[in-house]
């Protein structure tokens, strides 16, 4: 059975242009959209009994959704409301997911009220990929000429996920993929004799470099031959090179590591400089 597309809703500016994007990504893809509110009672509220409290929640919910209902007709919506922590609600519903979606302020604060300081916690303990998008999205910003950016490091094995789902929403969109490999000098103790003999081979830093992303690139190449692919190597810090390629992209993919530190799950600083500062949707896809 298909997995659904989840956007989780709380009312707030952000919330509501992820829900619309959301609505957008289910119709291209053929799959049925799943909107999920979490909600906590307030006892402070001493006139309004969990009943009320519940109506309030539900109905909010309800408003959004049938807006977005009214500007794409097409989507088949089905709305989640459930009490308990934001983060724990959303992680589980992004677990059954094809992605979650999350409205993003960007420059700031990861998420909107929805998780405030705990955001990122919901990126970082996320099992499949989770979609960020700011307010002023538009439908406009998904128009022909704009790239899917995704970054490539290391061996194929390290960006798989990040560049499958960069190619399966190019291929649902009619975009072109712009694959991004930066690459920065190493220092002299780096240096061995079989990455000496690998550099030899490849005629340099920068031919290795372009190789590494053409192999990687080469399986999807096959499984995706209708989506047109621009490869970019540049020099320097892999934030700063994707910034720089998402200026005129839809959207930017980034990968994260999936495995748990000492001090618990975290994004890592790529992720994280790229979800603060692009002005387009980002998504961040977990990865072993």
């Known amino acids: 059975m298909a997995r659904p597309i989840t956007a989780g809703v709380d009312g707030t500016e952000e919330s509501l242009a992820a829900l619309d994007w959301a609505c957008r990504e289910a119709v291209r893809r053929g799959l049925a959209l799943r909107v999920v509110h979490a909600w ?8 309004a009994d969990r009943d009320t409290q ?10 959004a959704v049938r807006a977005a209902c009214e500007r794409h007709p097409e989507a ?6 459930v009490e308990g922590d934001p983060v724990d ?3 589980r519903a992004g677990a059954e997911a094809e992605m979650l979606v999350l409205g993003s302020r960007g420059h700031g604060a990861v998420l909107g009220s929805l998780l405030g300081s705990a955001g990122q916690q919901v990126i970082a303990e996320a099992t499949r990929p989770v979609v960020l998008v700011r307010a002023g999205d538009r439908p406009a910003a998904e128009a022909a000429g704009r790239d899917v950016v995704v970054g490539q490091h290391g ?13 399966e929403t190019a291929a649902a969109r009619g975009a072109t993929v712009r694959a991004v490999r930066a690459w920065t000098l190493p220092p002299v103790f780096a240096y061995s004799p079989g990455s000496l003999k690998l550099l030899d081979d490849a005629g340099g830093l920068e ?11 080469r399986p999807w190449r096959e499984r995706f031959p209708e989506v047109p692919v621009a490869e970019q190597v540049e020099m320097g810090s892999a934030g700063q090179v994707l910034l720089a390629a998402a200026e005129r992209a839809q959207l930017v993919v980034v990968g994260r590591r999936a495995r748990r530190g ?20 980002v998504a961040v896809v977990p990865h072993d």
């Open 89 to 91: 609600a959303l992680v």
């Open 155 to 167: 061996d194929p094995e390290d960006s798989a996920a990040a560049l499958r789902f960069a190619f």
């Open 262 to 281: 000492a001090v618990g799950a975290r994004i890592g600083s790529v992720a994280h400089g790229v979800l603060h500062h692009a002005k387009c949707p």
């Open 40 to 47: 906590r009672y307030a006892e402070s509220l001493a006139t």
């Open 207 to 217: 031919p290795y470099e372009r190789q590494a992303l053409a192999q990687a690139l």
């Open 76 to 81: 088949a919506v089905s709305v989640d409301v």
């Open 54 to 63: 519940y109506g309030w929640a539900s109905q909010g919910v309800a408003d």
